[in-house]
């Protein structure tokens, strides 16, 4: 933990023990003796920390700060990156979903993760305005479908669902048991298992029109069986990995790639000339072959041969596209 982090702790275990003994701070703080004296020192005459060796007690403990004194006040305690993300990022999911069938469940939480966010010091209206988490592609999801299938999760129900194939433009009745909503990349996924395909499935909540909540409990799917399926491989096109696709990065483009996290199980490798090597599971080669699209002359596809046959079919076709553009346009 950082250095405010064990001011915060500090103040957490006198505040709740009233003694604590120099062991219990140095085993939970983690820190040699000379780093707690530090601390303390600083404490004390930054903060006016009013904390004290309490020698028949054999601890430190808050001495009755004076009236006429200054007053001790810990700094505004700020959140990591990861932290910040996720609470701004629920307090913006939470803003976005449209009043009506959850707004009177949703007005506490969206309380709560105001004071969270107040916790660092700062009003949570300044940090809304002055930290931004933007959405891109994001695609509506109708409010009442949300609601029954989010209740169906937890209630562990089957659901029958109406549900577009964009695909094959074509729209299924299918019965399914939920097993987990999804967030990702701005849009919203469940992950069921289709009793007419008799397997698991993920459905893009956008895509479904209507939802009927059923009377049959839902078919349990072991967890571990879940993040074998849906985890193991890349994007969210799940299911055991078939491949591993093998993507060289030039020197410029590495300079970003090389923080990039694609998969949990990938290998990144720095090449003698600047350029990043990436290695990463797949079973559907769609989302991937878009990703690296999106990098253009900046990535090579070193292996599978599949997946550079795919890449070199797609880049073709719009070759085509602006050679012989469609009758009326230039």
Not at 2 to 14: A, P, S, V
Not at 97 to 118: D, M, N, S, Y
Not at 241 to 270: C, D, M, N, T, Y
Not at 299 to 328: H, I, K
Request: hydrophobic residues 40%; aromatic residues 8%; positive net charge.
């Amino acid at each position: 933990m950082n250095r405010t982090e064990r001011f915060y702790k500090i103040d957490q275990m006198l505040q709740a023990r009233g003694i604590v003994p120099l062991e219990a701070f140095l085993h939970e703080l983690e820190v040699s003796r000379a780093t707690f004296k530090r601390d303390l020192e600083y404490l004390r005459e930054r903060l006016n920390a009013p904390i004290v060796w309490d020698r028949e007690a054999g601890g430190y403990r808050f001495e009755r700060a004076s009236a006429a004194g200054p007053k001790y006040a810990l700094p505004g305690l700020w959140f990591s990156a990861d932290e910040t993300y996720a609470l701004l990022a629920a307090h913006k999911l939470l803003a976005e979903i449209k009043p009506g069938v959850l707004a009177a469940h949703l007005a506490p939480l969206q309380a709560r993760l105001a004071a969270l966010l107040e916790g660092s010091g700062h009003g949570a209206g300044q940090i809304m305005q002055r930290v931004r988490i933007l959405s891109v592609g994001r695609r509506r999801v109708k409010p009442q479908c949300f609601a029954e299938i989010a209740h169906a999760v937890l209630k562990r129900r089957r659901i029958e669902i109406e549900a577009v194939n964009r695909a094959r433009n074509e729209t299924n009745t299918r019965i399914v048991s939920p097993q987990r909503l999804v967030h990702y990349r701005d849009n919203w996924y469940l992950d069921a298992w289709c009793h007419w395909r008799r397997s698991l499935r993920t459905f893009s909540l956008d895509a479904i029109q209507r939802v009927k909540l059923l009377t049959e409990p839902a078919r349990e799917i072991a967890d571990a069986a879940l993040d074998a399926h849906y985890a193991s491989a890349y994007g969210i096109f799940s299911g055991k990995p078939k491949e591993r696709a093998v993507l060289r990065f030039s020197p410029e483009r590495a300079r970003w790639l090389g923080a990039e996290i694609w998969h949990a199980g990938q290998r990144g490798e720095w090449l003698p000339d600047g350029s990043y090597r990436l290695t990463v599971p797949y079973a559907d080669d769609r989302e991937l072959v878009m990703d690296i699209l999106r990098h253009g002359r900046h990535v090579v596809v070193e292996a599978p041969a599949s997946l550079r046959r795919a890449v070199t079919e797609e880049l073709a076709a719009m070759t085509g596209l602006y050679r012989n553009p469609p009758a009326g346009r230039s």
